[in-house]
């Protein structure tokens, strides 16, 4: 084999491959993604081709808890949701928003607080029955699936262009979620150094109202813990630079 079929097998044809899926793909965080409220997604989604098939009951439950109040009246705290990080044309292609959303499976679009100075983040979702085992419990992998993008969406502005990937993983599953639950995801950066950034991370019911003193609980039972490790690779600030990223 002549030196530059191994030169074009072995560096030209995977560099290109590489180049053309970055500028295809990488710029996938819209910058004119805004604010919005609950009540203003229960209105804009009803609309929506993507988004209509959303479980308004499920929102309107949420929009009505005590807890999910507190966090919007918070003025440290801002409110987005997951279909505003994900271009439409990527869409079908996400996991969250694409194959795993609609009825039976993430029936409402995940629902984002997050507190970018503390570097923590609480996140809304229902998981439908179409998600479950033959027992109706949620598949563990879907949980993990939930985890991993939510820790990384949690850990991603600490890094220094504000991008990575998961190096490690660790989860603890601590109860099984039955199916059409309501549950939230609480995350917070824990640790940061560097091109590294550790997250922690659960899986809980939403505060449930205490049966002798009619008050919210802070916290709801833990379904599973999950410990992620996300590192930024030394070349994505070349990307970075290049604002395909």
Same mark, same amino acid.
């Given at each position: 084999m002549s030196i530059f079929k191994l030169i074009n097998r072995g560096i030209i044809l995977p560099t290109a491959g590489f180049s053309l899926g970055i500028l295809t793909f990488m710029k996938a965080w819209p910058d004119e993604a805004g604010s919005m409220t609950l009540h203003d997604s229960l209105a804009v989604t009803k609309d929506s081709e993507n988004l209509f098939q959303q479980r308004y009951d499920i929102l309107q439950k949420i929009s009505h808890s005590k807890f999910y109040q507190?966090?919007?009246?918070? /003025?440290?705290?801002?409110?987005?949701?997951? /279909?505003n990080q994900i271009p439409d044309t990527h869409r079908p292609f996400h996991v969250g928003q694409g194959q795993l959303f609609g009825p039976g499976k993430l029936e409402i679009d995940p629902v984002i607080f997050s507190d970018p100075v503390e570097g923590?983040?609480?996140?809304?979702?229902h998981l439908g029955k179409s998600l479950g085992n033959e027992k109706g419990q949620v598949h563990k992998g879907v949980l993990a699936l939930l985890l991993d993008e939510a820790l990384c969406y949690c850990g991603f502005p600490s890094l220094p262009n504000k991008r990575g990937v998961t190096a490690k993983l660790e989860l603890d599953f601590l109860k099984d979620i039955p199916i059409d639950s309501t549950i939230i995801l609480r995350a917070e950066v824990v640790e940061k150094k560097g091109r590294k950034v550790v997250i922690d991370g659960t899986l809980e019911t939403l505060p449930r109202k205490l049966l002798l003193v009619g008050l919210e609980s802070e916290r709801g039972s833990v379904f599973a813990k999950a410990t992620c490790i996300l590192v930024e690779p030394k070349w994505f600030k070349y990307l970075s630079k290049l604002n395909i990223m």
């Open positions: 507190r966090l919007l009246h918070d /003025s440290s705290v801002e409110q987005d949701f997951q /279909s923590k983040i609480v996140v809304f979702y």
